[in-house]
């Protein structure tokens, strides 16, 4: 079984880790159920996409639903990480991770949320699509998106420095797909064109910031694995 990240081997609050089998299984436990919510949020996206590729209603009911069972499993983690904390007291490199598990399962919890935010347009998808050209920006948006969030998951499975630095210093493909979106519906005019930008701005604003949410998964893990409060600046959004 691969170690959690930013797991030590030295002693911790005067006790080797390999003296306390059980605490070092609970992290290692704790990534793998991490790993299983960040497949669950993929899962639900790759719906979200279909949903706005077909306005399928009784998938967008399934995402709904799904994303019920991803807040409840983040409650669940949130707690175990708590329990952690109080119990054994890590510190070092196992500190960090327990810490960037937290700051992880929001971002996951957010990225459904927002997720949540286009499948809820199902209904609308004939304004959606009633201009070729932004719905053809939106689906490359989810796209962009989805990529840049299996990336995140990559890194954070791996765990992948490079990966994660590779996303920083990449620049979200999602953004500049959205500046083109807003360009183009403040451009809209006839009838219903206030209702199709409404509606395509929501979708729009809501895959870019998984984009970006994707981005703050990378700059945790960087913190997570090198140390440097440095990377944290990537999370102020």
Request: charged content about 25%; hydrophobic content about 45%.
């Amino acid at each position: 079984m691969t170690d959690a990240p930013g797991s030590t081997n030295g002693p911790e609050r005067g006790t080797p880790r390999a003296l306390r089998p059980g605490y070092a299984a609970e992290l290692d436990q704790l990534h793998l159920q991490v790993e299983l919510m960040a497949v669950r949020v993929d899962q639900n996206l790759e719906r979200t996409r279909t949903v706005l590729q077909t306005g399928d209603l009784a998938l967008a009911d399934q995402a709904i639903a799904a994303d019920d069972d991803i807040d409840a499993m983040s409650v669940s983690l949130t707690e175990r990480c708590y329990d952690l904390l109080a119990r054994e007291q890590p510190v070092a490199g196992d500190l960090r991770f327990v810490v960037s598990v937290l700051r992880v399962l929001g971002e996951f919890e957010r990225i459904g949320d927002l997720a949540l935010r286009v499948v809820k347009l199902a209904p609308d998808f004939a304004l959606l699509t009633r201009n070729a050209s932004t719905y053809d920006l939106l689906l490359a948006m989810a796209d962009a998106a989805i990529d840049r969030y299996r990336e995140a998951m990559r890194a954070w499975s791996g765990p992948s420095a490079e990966l994660a630095r590779h996303l920083l210093e990449t620049p979200s493909i999602a953004g500049h797909l959205e500046e083109r979106l807003t360009t183009e519906l403040v451009a809209l005019q006839g009838s219903g064109a206030a209702a199709v930008a409404i509606r395509t701005l929501v979708a729009g604003k809501s895959l870019e910031r998984i984009a970006d949410h994707a981005g703050i998964i990378g700059a945790r893990l960087l913190f997570l694995v090198t140390g440097d409060a440095g990377h944290l600046a990537h999370e102020v959004r």
